[in-house]
């Protein structure tokens, strides 16, 4: 029955503590903003106020190639002291949210390198004010941001980025107000619990500086975060790829070259390939002047492609060509051996009867019929065509040249420029010759498959030890 009668007490007695104690905080607040000028920063009109900063993140929701930016959520903390808010110890503390925070004076804080911006209201504002009761205050909220961050691409997508997060007073200037961090870099809170899908966080620095404006100097806190962009989905969604279609275009190089339409068909699959890949490529970038990493695998593998398609093209050509020219010489010389027979067959036959073709006149009996005629039907056949010669050489058209000697002469050398040109020709002519004389004979169209095959997997493999240790080896 005691026991009962104790615990009655202590509970009424508990109960009148708490009505008191909301009593006393309400007066309390009255008393506060009874001449309270929200108009007036802390300290006004004395030493500068000291606002320290904290920051909590809570995630990175994306980050955008294109648009040059990225979004966080983060929880943004603000620390200062007004003595005109002292209404006790430092262990006695109010904590406040709802329109009453409006009543109190605080910071123009904002972030100079922000996009857009929006504060969470689920299930209400995400903001509010703690109150000491030594004048301290602690002033919080929650907002997701979108931040501005100019990237270098030119090692994309093997790429190192440096986005910073960039805090100011918009009007107070260091006359005013000095911003800082709370507790140097163990201001920035919780970043080993955050995780991006395409990059790694390997650092951060936390930044305090002066910057001078027209309108006077202000404190800038800056945080900047240094982001490692993970290759892996980029090896198998574009490198990769790019690999095994140049490889594809190689198999060309083991199918007959008779075969036309498989090895076109080969060819113009694996050039419109790699061209889809570096479309869908670009298509995720900004549109900038420079050459990016990626840029230059992609161009040289569409390179590799389009050279083993030209590949064919020369093998073709020359198989071709040659067969041509194979053609072009058997049937000149058929001609040349019908145009030799018809000239034996067109010979003197009978007695003393010369052909009507002067050419075509001997004295040497080609018919096996006039092998048995005597000496002096040759010594009256000589003597006839001694007679009978006709000069067939044509006549000799001298030029009469009337008037100066000269004339003519000055008339074909008197344009120098003309002159020059026909040297240059002459020379480029000249030279063309000899690079010609100078290159390889190719007997066998299959030599030249035969070379590639061994000179396209060097060369692609050539090309990749050089890009890859550059790109990722190198800082």
């Known amino acids: 029955m005691i026991q009962l009668l104790y615990i009655f007490i202590v509970r009424r007695s508990s109960q009148r503590m708490s009505a008191g104690r909301l009593k006393n905080a309400s007066v309390a607040i009255e008393d506060l903003l009874k001449e309270y000028d929200i108009r007036l920063r802390p300290s006004f009109g004395s030493e500068p106020l000291l606002l320290d900063i904290e ?10 190639e294109v648009n040059m930016d990225y979004t966080l959520t983060l929880y943004l903390n603000q620390y200062w002291r007004d003595d005109r808010l002292v209404f ?6 109010m904590t406040l949210t709802g329109e009453i925070i409006d009543k109190f004076w605080l910071p123009d804080t904002f972030f100079p390198n922000d996009k857009s911006a929006y504060l969470h209201d689920v299930t209400e504002k995400n903001k509010m004010i703690r109150l000491n009761g030594n004048g301290e205050i602690l002033y919080g909220m929650r907002f997701t941001s979108t931040l501005a961050c100019m990237m270098d691409l030119r090692r994309y997508p093997l790429d190192r980025q440096n986005c910073t997060v960039e805090v100011e007073s918009y009007g107070y200037t260091q006359a005013d107000v000095i911003m800082r961090w709370k507790n140097g870099r163990e201001s920035i809170l919780d970043l080993d619990k955050v995780q991006l899908p395409q990059f790694t966080i390997t650092g951060y620095d936390t930044i305090s500086y ?11 806190l800056s945080l900047s975060f240094i982001l490692q962009r993970n290759i892996g989905y980029f ?17 060309s190089f083991w199918i007959n070259h008779e075969a036309t339409s498989a090895r076109v068909a080969l060819g113009i699959t694996t050039v419109l390939t790699m061209t889809t890949i570096s479309t869908g490529v670009r298509s995720s970038l900004p549109r900038i002047s420079y050459v990016k990493a990626i840029d230059i695998y992609l161009v040289m593998c569409f390179v590799f492609v389009f050279a083993a398609l030209l590949e064919y093209a020369a093998v073709n050509y020359l198989y071709w060509g040659t067969r041509a020219k194979k053609r072009k010489r058997k049937k000149e010389e058929n001609h040349t051996k019908r ?3 018809t000239d034996y067959e067109l010979v003197e036959e009978g007695g003393g009867r010369a052909s009507p073709i002067l050419s075509l006149r001997s004295c040497t009996p080609v018919n096996r019929r006039l092998t048995t005629a005597t000496t002096s039907f040759d010594e009256n056949c000589l003597t006839r065509r001694n007679n009978l010669m006709v000069d067939t050489q044509p006549p000799r058209i001298r030029p ?3 008037g100066t000697p000269g004339f ?13 040109m026909n040297r240059l020709l002459n020379h480029l002519r000249t030279r063309v010759v000899n690079i010609r004389h100078h290159i390889p004979h190719v007997q066998d169209v299959n030599d030249i498959d035969k070379w590639s095959r061994l000179c396209f997997p060097i060369l692609f493999i050539l090309f990749n030890a050089i890009y890859w240790p550059y790109y990722i080896a190198r800082p």
């Open 235 to 251: 090896l198998f969604q574009t490198y990769l790829p790019s690999i095994l279609i140049v490889m594809l275009s190689w198999v």
């Open 55 to 64: 920051i909590r993140l809570a995630s990175f929701d994306s980050i955008s």
């Open 339 to 341: 145009e030799s027979h």
């Open 210 to 220: 002066g910057l001078y404006l027209a309108t006077g100097v202000y404190q800038r």
């Open 408 to 420: 003519y002469s000055s008339i074909i050398n008197r344009n120098p420029r003309q002159q020059r």
């Open 88 to 93: 006790g110890n430092q262990s006695e503390e």
């Open 400 to 402: 009469i040249l009337r």
